[in-house]
């Protein structure tokens, strides 16, 4: 499965403090929560964002925690946490834990990022309700210890991602195994511990720490499934919860990567038609066709004669990639890539590429997702389905997603059991966001989760093709977001989806020619999903 963190950012943590998860108990009001001083951890002053953003600091910190939860006397490790303090004393809610997703995000720049995003929707007097928390989950960033096996593992110019013969593929199949042996050589004692169950039960030492009896949770994408693994394990210990772009708990985790590879190729398809539309600005095609085949004719070339030396045709295809998460990518990138073709400057390409030089977030990623499920150990499944699927149509992401969690093919044990997700009479109702063209997580886990949730609302973006959207200029869904977790309004029950917001039209197909998106030439607003780490 395509990693599914919906964030990046620039964040320079400065983690102070050496806390250990020592619990105060919380008295509860009839707001929610009394605030009540977090002397389990020693916070010390970090920033967390870049150094122009007025929202940059938090209080951070470690947490320490078993290994292994079931042997809590056993060997430690810890966890990175920051704090963004609520303002509004009288109307304390509580504590409000949010997860980008991934696995393998970074979430410690997302507590006072939450808080400047609820802000920005007009509902700052929501998020200065809360203590909101971020938070490395282990394995991650800041988090020790921190998982890198190979950092030059995804370091350009890698080898096309499509293979056009055997030998091609078994080049791509060798890397694939040395990187899961090098993970298993220097982090086999810690990858048996690094499923979703355990980073669910490190939010509750956090939760024991802070001194809260319940905790509330903002999850995106993959965060949706931690939430809700979070929810099975300690019902009775949620005060409130937002899911949005929530993953099918039926396709954990191979499967999933196939349902991927169907709606990326749909999204792609989509900001090709876009940029034909727009034919006059950007000059790559009259029509959907004309702009794929230019794509491709210039992904042809950049195998032969890579472009500005550094971008071959899977680091094209990685740049591109994130147009089929987030419109928000629909004009720079057509302009990078008009740029190059009208042009031959290379230079609003490369300034997307990612330099190589850092596996933690690939390396946690297919390390959580091995431990979580079984994968097939056969790579005959791995290349028929990958086969099957490219002949169909689904060309742009399906052979790229393979190599992306192949190293799972060669992980030193077999994961799972699969963790059965299971709703409880304790658990208050969730709220559950879905856009219907979302394709990191496909419009079907929203329903999914909404069906094991059964006290849960589901709210459907219609037409939505952003990943993960709220807190995104819709206002429709972040009315409905501020409302629930000021007051825990939910929309009322009804069959299927509970409720409806349409897609915002200059935010699903925006417009090239306004003044601002042309001198900006970049997406503006919340920070955007990215595909590969």
Same mark, same amino acid.
């Given at each position: ?46 920033? #967390? ?75 700052? =007097?929501? *998020? ?51 990187? *899961? ?27 024991? @720490? ?50 991927? =590879?169907? *709606? ?47 971008? !071959?045709?899977?680091? &094209? ?6 147009? !089929? ?11 990078? &890539? ?10 609003? &390409? ?27 150990? =056969? ?24 190599? $992306?969690?192949?190293?799972? @093919? $060669? ?69 409905? #977001? ?48 990215? !595909?590969?780490?």
């Amino acid at each position: 499965m395509k990693r599914i963190l919906l964030v990046t950012t620039a964040a320079v943590v400065a983690v102070g403090g050496t806390g250990a998860a020592v619990s105060v108990s919380a008295s509860t009001g009839a707001t929610g929560a009394t605030a009540v001083a977090a002397s389990g951890i020693d916070w010390g002053e970090c920033e #967390v964002s870049g150094p122009n953003d007025p929202m940059n600091t938090a209080q951070c910190a470690m947490v320490e925690v078993p290994l292994d939860h079931a042997r809590p006397g056993g060997r430690k490790i810890s966890i990175a946490v920051s704090r963004f303090k609520h303002t509004d004393e009288k109307n304390y809610q509580g504590v409000l834990f949010v997860n980008p997703g991934g696995p393998g995000g970074s979430g410690l720049p997302y507590a006072p990022a939450l808080a400047r995003w609820i802000g920005g929707t007009g509902h700052a =007097d929501v *998020a200065a309700k809360y203590d909101i928390i971020g938070f490395d989950p282990r394995g991650v960033g800041s988090s020790r210890p921190a998982l890198s096996c190979d950092p030059h593992h995804s370091d350009p110019i890698r080898p096309d991602y499509v293979p056009s013969s055997w030998k091609e593929e078994k080049a791509w199949i060798a890397k694939s195994k040395k990187y *899961a042996k090098d993970c298993a050589d220097k982090f086999g004692w810690l990858l048996p511990h690094l499923r979703t169950t355990d980073a669910a039960r490190d939010v509750d030492a956090i939760r024991a @720490a802070l001194g809260q009896d319940k905790i509330s949770w903002y999850g995106f994408s993959y965060g949706t499934y931690l939430g809700a693994t979070y929810a099975t394990l300690f019902p009775k210990r949620v005060h409130r919860m937002v899911m949005d772009g929530n993953v099918n708990p039926k396709t954990v985790w191979y499967d999933a990567q196939l349902e991927q =590879d169907k *709606a990326f190729q749909r999204n792609i398809e989509a900001w090709w038609a876009w940029t034909a539309e727009w034919n006059s600005v950007f000059r790559l095609g009259q029509t959907e066709k004309a702009v794929k085949d230019a794509y491709y004719k210039v992904r042809e070339a950049a195998k032969k004669a890579p472009i500005g030396g550094r971008i !071959g045709p899977s680091e &094209l295809d990685d740049i591109v990639l994130s147009a !089929g998460y987030n419109t928000g990518y629909y004009i720079p990138f057509a302009q990078a &890539l008009s740029s190059w073709v009208n042009d031959k400057d290379p230079a609003r &390409l490369l300034a997307w590429l990612n330099p190589g030089g850092d596996d933690n977030g690939f390396a946690v990623y297919n390390a959580v997702q091995a431990a979580d499920a079984e994968w097939p150990r =056969d790579w005959r499944t791995w290349h028929r389905d990958a086969e099957r699927l490219h002949r169909k149509g689904y060309q742009f992401n399906t052979w790229s997603n393979v190599w $992306f969690n192949a190293p799972i @093919a $060669f992980w030193p044990f077999e994961g799972g059991p699969e963790f059965r997700l299971k709703d409880s009479r304790h658990l208050p109702g969730m709220l559950l966001v879905q856009s219907t063209q979302d394709a990191a997580t496909p419009v079907e886990g929203g329903l999914e989760m909404h069906e094991v949730f059964r006290s849960s609302r589901l709210v459907f973006e219609l037409g939505g093709k952003t990943h993960s959207n709220t807190l995104n200029g819709n206002a429709c869904l972040d009315d409905q #977001v501020a409302a629930y977790l000021d007051t825990g309004a939910l929309p009322e029950s009804r069959r299927g989806p509970d409720a409806y917001c349409k897609a915002v039209p200059e935010l699903n197909d925006p417009n090239p020619t306004g003044m601002r998106a042309k001198a900006a030439g970049a997406p503006t607003g919340k920070d955007l999903p990215v !595909g590969r780490p």
